[in-house]
Every structure is written in C-alpha cells, then in structure tokens.
C-alpha cells in the first residue's frame, strides 16, 4: 500500500497558532538552538536570542556563537528513550502511540523529546555577514545531525589529494567546519553521497553572497626588485624566517617595499610589517585570484610574456612573505587578522600556502647569458597516483594509453606536467580550492590521452554546464544538469566533481564536447529562511507546553509494489538556438546543445527535457527511526509510474504557466519558498525510476531531497525538505556500486623497485 495523501483536520493547527500566539513567540526575534542539549522547558525556552555574532574556537578560529562544528557532527545522540515497538529480525519497528499513551493522551515536552525527537534529523541554518561588506552581503550555512554520528550527507573523498578542492587557510588539518574555508561555499561540504548529489550545507550557501563586491586600493611605493632576486628570495624562504629581527627589516623595506617610517618610526615589529604587506598587496595591478578566470596558476609560471611572469613572481614573494609572518604570529594573526582579510588577499595567501606546499626552486643556472630556472616538483607521485585513480573509477576507455604516458618511459614523450597549464597545475600540486580543481583533473587525464586528437581541449571550468563524448561513454561536470540526472543511473560514478561513464549519446560525435543549455531558477534562499530552518522543521511542530500524541503519524513506506515498466531509451541532443547563425563546420568552440532523456514508459516512448538547472540534496541519515511525523508537515505521495500526470507542481507552477495567468504571477509577488505541501516520489525497484524522477524535476523547475529509505525516514527527509525550502523528495532503496576496477599495479612496483619509475622532486625548467 502507498503511504497515502495526508488529509487530516486543520482544527489543531489553528489551535496550534493560537498557542504560539500566547507565548510571545518570535521567529525573526530568536535565533537556532542550543546545541550541547535541547531544554525541555515548554515554549521559547529551547531558544535562544541571536546575541554576539562571533565567538572563538578552541583552535583559535572564528567561530559563529552557538554554530556545531559540521553538517554531520552536531550534538551527542540522545538515547535515553526509544520509541515503543517490536523487532521483526534485526529490524527495529517502532509503534506509535508508544506504550502508555493512549490517544487522546498527552505527552510532556520531555517525554515528546525522548519519544520523538530521539535519533531525528534537526537542521540548522546560519547566516554570517562578509568581512568589508554591508549586511545585503551574506553567508549562508546549514548542519544537521549528531557529533557521535558517524553517517553524513557527505560523500568521502577517494584520495586524499582530492581534499585539495577546500582550503583552511594556516591550517594544518583539513576543515571539520563549512565557515572554515577559503571557498565558500565550502567544497568540502559540498558533493553528496549519491553522485549527482550536494549536501544540504552546499545548497543552502549557494543563495548567499559567493563572490562579495569587495574593493582594496593602496598607495604604499614597490621597490623593483630584479627577476633573480625575486627567486632567490622565494628559495631561501623554502626554509622558513630568519630569527634575525633586523635582517628580517632589511630584507622586506631594503629590497621589496619602502618603510612610510623608517626614519621616525621604523617597522622592525611583525604586526607592523604585516600591515604593510596586507596594504602592498591590495594593490589593483596584481593578479586577483579570487577571480574563477585566474585559478589555473600554472599560466602564469609557463607564460612567455615576461612582465606578467616577473610580476607572479613579485606577488608570489610578497604573498609568501605574509603567510611566514602571519604563522609566526600564530593565534593573533588566525583571529584577529585571517578572517578580516579582503578576498582577494586571502587568495594570495592560498598560492603561497599551495606553492610552499608543492614546489622548490633550484639555483638558476647561466649559459650563454640566459638564465634557466628549474622548479622542482615535490608531490609529482602522489599526482600521479590521484590521477590514476581518477581514470579507473570512471573507467577512462583508453586506459592503457594513459598508463603509458604516466610512466614516462619513453624519453622522447613531452614530459607529463608539460603538456599544458593544466597538466602544469595539477603535477606541481599548486591547485587552489574551489571549481576549478575538477577541471585541471580533467583536462589532464585528457593531455595524456594522445587518441582525443586535441578533440577535447576546450573544456573549461568557465563553462561548468558541460560534458564531452569519449568513445562509447559519456562524462559530465557536476554543475552540469545531464550528469546531474544521469548520476542515478546504474554504474555511474562520482569522483573529484565528475560523473560517469554515463548513456553514450547517437547525437554526439565520437568524440565531442558538449555545451548544455540550463536554465537558472528563480528560487534563491533569503536571510530569513536561513535562520528559521530549524523553526520550520521542529520534529515537534511548534513549540507547546503539551503534545498530544495524536498530533503525530507513523509513516512506513510499501515497497512490495515496484514499477519495472521504465528504462532510458535515448540521451538526446539537439542544436540549441544559442549556436552562433551560419557557423563554419571549423568553428573551434564547442556547440550549444539542448539535452533530453527519452525513456520507454509502459511501451511509449516519452520524452523529458532537461530545461532547468535544478539540484538534488542527499537526505541526511538518521537513527532509530522511521520517526513520526508532525501532522502540519503536509505531503503527498506519488508512484513513479503515475509521475507524468503531475504537473506545476509547488513552486514551479508560476514558472510554468502561460498568457494572462503569467503576467498576473510576474506582477504579484511569488514566494518560492514558501513550501506548502511536499510531493514524495516513490522511485523505488530499477535505478532508472530515480533517473526519471530526477528528469521530471529538471523538467519542471524542482530541486529535490534524494533519500535512501535504508538510510533516512520519511519523516525526516520531509521535513528537510521544508527546511531547505524545496517541494519534493525523492526516495530509492539505494544501490550496490558497482566495483571499480583495480589497477594492476605489478608492473608499476617493479619499475619503482628498480628505480625506473617516475618519483618526487622531479624538475621542469622553465628559461
């Protein structure tokens, strides 16, 4: 049996209303909940007023007062109490009403904490204004769950160089907090645990201020120290600061910058010279590498153009500068400093950290009077092991090409890190955080594949809306929306933002980028609806001072009735109308398509159009349950064979609608976060029915909640779905991934047991 419309009496509702009326209770006034433990005192009491904006951590980091350290770690699971109920093998099957309430029973609010919030999801949601910025500039945050649970919405990184895509800035481990990184919002909590997905705190972020109009100007006077100089600079900070607090001055006002009081006042202090250093390097000249177009670093190292190669050089010595003096100001510069920084000096401080990380320079060497520089690259092996487990995971179809090429064997192949700035950027390890890592993975295993012809090389992390056609197998950018949908599909993979191997396409080339047109949704989360994510997803329901037990229903989900009648048919594509008129078969951009996914539905072919650039949320997990549900938390069920009969469904209908309708909805004001009822899609049997859930709701304009019911309840999953303000869920019964191949690495150990294998500190000379 379904689990059925809800349609119950709104009498207690308004009851409810009245209660919450009578005890002065303010959404926009109180601020979260308390996180070491949830009082029982009935009303407001569990809350508390939003009071000083910032706090410290024991790490010495800025902290938000009250913020959990993770989406995933929040508060000790409270196990004093289950609910009622049987078990049927190892399965625990909680009954409602519990033992000893009988309806019309009440239960006190500590009773309803033990009963029904035991092992529940409760979400969070945080708002933090950008440091230079006025308060329209803000930063958004979510978190769920327990500090003593293991399970996450978060997908594990399969190497631990692919943790490179986040930054905490002067950290030594990686981020265990989304406000912790550079990036924002955080890569770190940003893929789900099913590919295709994000994570609750990913998606709440991206409705916040991503890249803040923030403007620095100095007028502190450069000394125009030679190229030579710059480098033998940066090699002998390879080794740290001197101790020395008057050659540490010379050094810095003698041969890079001027001291504005060297005879009155001179800066021999570190304070002092980190202003100074933080004021030169607000300079508008340099590079800003905050800026998505500046993030493949290696461009500027490789570049011919001189001047831009000295000036990299001059703001990566200065940057590094900084970031010495700034650890060696330890826990001062961490709060006090670090998270008052302009964006763009920030960045520098993540080449320098990158840099210092990854690269060593050699002693130039002169022939003929020209100079050579060698670099020498410190990780190359563990790049090269990244990369090799990139390619297998997603089952590259020519493999054997690429190991050869990673071997380097063969003195007469271009060196793998010389093969483009991309390679450049991803073997010397000087990845900064952000989009743009995915990217450099990417384009490289593509460098080392001699049989892609060039095909391939206008990927780009501009054009995060794409995918290419390999062979017999499709790959897609995680922002894309056809590897979003296709992430479902049986044997697809997620790995360092890439989906695949997906459906080969009979409208593509054999080998061939593709474009893909998405519409942006109008959705976009308000300060508002941030800070009353928990209010609006209360396991409780409002607060009261009693909860009768008849307020509440169990939910549990038939799966015994699976649909079989839908299989993918066809990803097609089709010329977008975005193409440039009259282009020449030579056009070398890549062409804009339109992307649709046909499907055979009970012996018909049916067509869905991948129109809108919507999300899916991996539900977070939760304990105990299936939990109850409070009963204003409206929702309607649906099988995924009955879906197409759904149409404008929430918050789409006003994007959908047509004539005299639409002008009205464009003169009124809409809100599309304004949840009034949840569509549940019971996408359960063959992971093609969550395929085609997930391409209904591109079609229609509907970002969802994807919910294993192994992992999460129904009650939980709805009510992160009012809390994330969107208006269906998706729920599957997971899938057995599929196993990776492993690689024969035989051939590899014996090269290295003799010595002819490719190892660290490997140069490239740049003249």
């Not at 912790?180 to 998606?203: D, H, K």
């Not at 169990?554 to 097609?572: C, F, G, S």
């Not at 056009?587 to 804009?592: A, G, K, T």
């Not at 990776?740 to 003249?767: L, P």
Request: net charge negative; hydrophobic share 35%; aromatic share 10%.
């Amino acid at each position: 049996m379904s689990w059925g419309n809800r349609s119950r009496s709104t009498s207690r509702r308004d009851d409810r209303a009245v209660a919450r009326q009578e005890a002065d209770f303010d959404e926009h006034e109180w601020y979260g909940v308390e996180h070491s433990s949830r009082s029982h005192s009935p009303h407001h009491q569990r809350l508390r007023r939003r009071s000083n904006s910032f706090t410290r951590s024991h790490d010495g980091t800025e902290d938000l007062e009250g913020r959990p350290p993770s989406s995933g770690f929040d508060e000790e699971i409270h196990t004093s109490r289950r609910p009622s109920g049987r078990r049927v093998g190892s399965a625990y099957i909680p009954e409602w009403p519990p033992q000893g309430f009988t309806p019309p029973a009440d239960m006190t609010a500590k009773e309803a904490e033990d009963y029904i919030c035991s092992g529940a999801s409760i979400f969070h949601g945080y708002c933090e204004v950008v440091p230079h910025t006025n308060e329209e500039h803000t930063r958004f945050y979510a978190s769920a769950g327990k500090r003593a649970d293991p399970d996450t919405d978060r997908a594990a990184f399969q190497n631990e160089t692919f943790k490179n895509i986040s930054l905490r800035l002067m950290g030594t481990t990686e981020a265990t907090k989304p406000w912790e990184t550079l990036e924002q919002p955080s890569m770190a909590f940003c893929f789900g645990r099913i590919p295709g997905t994000v994570c609750l705190n990913y998606w709440i972020g991206i409705s916040g201020s991503i890249y803040p109009p923030v403007e620095a100007e100095s007028d502190v006077k450069l000394r125009k120290p030679g190229l030579m100089g710059i480098l033998d600079r940066l090699r002998w900070l390879e080794r740290g600061l001197d101790d020395d607090d008057d050659l540490l001055y010379k050094d810095l006002y003698d041969n890079l910058i001027y001291d504005p009081e060297k005879k009155t006042n001179p800066h021999f202090s570190i304070d002092r010279q980190i202003s100074d250093l933080i004021t030169v390097l607000s300079r508008r000249d340099w590079i800003d590498f905050s800026h998505e177009s500046n993030q493949v670093v290696a461009k500027f190292f490789t570049t011919k153009n001189q001047m831009r190669y000295h000036q990299f050089f001059f703001q990566l010595l200065l940057a590094v500068e900084l970031h010495l003096r700034m650890q060696c100001s330890g826990d001062w510069a961490k709060t006090k400093i670090l998270p008052q920084l302009p964006p763009k000096i920030a960045w520098d401080l993540a080449v320098a950290q990158r840099w210092l990380e990854n690269m060593a320079i050699e002693r130039p060497r002169t022939s003929d009077g020209k100079s050579s520089i060698n670099f020498k690259l410190l990780n190359k092996r563990r790049q090269i092991d990244a990369l090799r487990n990139f390619a297998w995971t997603l089952k590259w179809p020519n493999m054997p090409e690429v190991e050869y090429i990673l071997k380097e064997h063969d003195p007469k192949e271009i060196a793998v890190e010389d093969r483009s700035a991309d390679a450049m950027s991803w073997f010397t390890g000087v990845v900064l955080p952000g989009k743009s890592m995915s990217w450099l993975i990417m384009n490289t295993l593509i460098d080392c594949d001699r049989d892609t012809n060039a095909l391939l090389s206008s990927l780009t992390h501009i054009y995060p809306n794409s995918g290419f056609q390999y062979r017999a197998n499709t790959y897609w950018s995680w922002e894309c929306i056809v590897g979003k949908v296709l992430g479902a599909a049986k044997g697809v993979k997620q790995i360092a933002g890439w989906i695949g191997p997906c459906h080969y396409s009979p409208d593509l080339k054999r080998i061939e980028i593709a474009r893909v047109t998405q519409r942006t949704l109008s959705q976009k989360l308000l300060v508002k609806d941030v800070e009353s994510m928990e209010l609006r997803s209360d396991p409780l329901g409002a607060p009261d001072h009693h909860y009768p037990v008849e307020d509440y229903e169990l939910i549990n989900p038939d799966m015994n009735e699976v649909t079989e009648d839908i299989r993918l048919q066809k990803l097609a594509f089709n010329l977008s109308p975005d193409n440039p008129r009259n282009m020449p078969a030579s056009h070398p951009d890549p062409l804009i398509f339109d992307a649709s996914i046909i499907f055979a539905l009970k012996g018909q072919s049916y067509p869905l159009a991948l129109t809108y650039d919507v999300s899916f949320i991996t539900a977070f997990p939760c304990h105990f349950g299936p939990h109850v549900l409070f009963y204003d938390y409206e929702f309607e069920t649906v099988r995924i064979a009955d879906l197409p009969k759904i149409e404008n469904w929430g918050n789409c209908e006003r994007r959908a609608m047509v004539g005299p309708e639409a002008r009205r909805a464009r003169d009124e004001h809409f809100d599309y976060n304004d949840i009034k009822k949840v569509l549940l899609i019971e996408a359960f049997g063959a992971p093609d029915n969550e395929v085609f859930a997930r391409a209904w709701c591109a079609r229609w304009g509907l970002s969802a909640i994807t919910g294993n019911v192994y992992k999460t309840c129904v009650a939980c999953a709805v009510r992160e779905a009012y809390a994330a303000c969107v208006s269906v869920v998706i729920f599957t019964e997971g899938r057995q991934d599929d196993e990776v191949e492993e690689v024969d690495r035989r051939e590899r150990d014996e090269d290295e047991s003799t010595g002819t294998g490719t190892t660290d500190d490997q140069s490239s000379s740049q003249n």
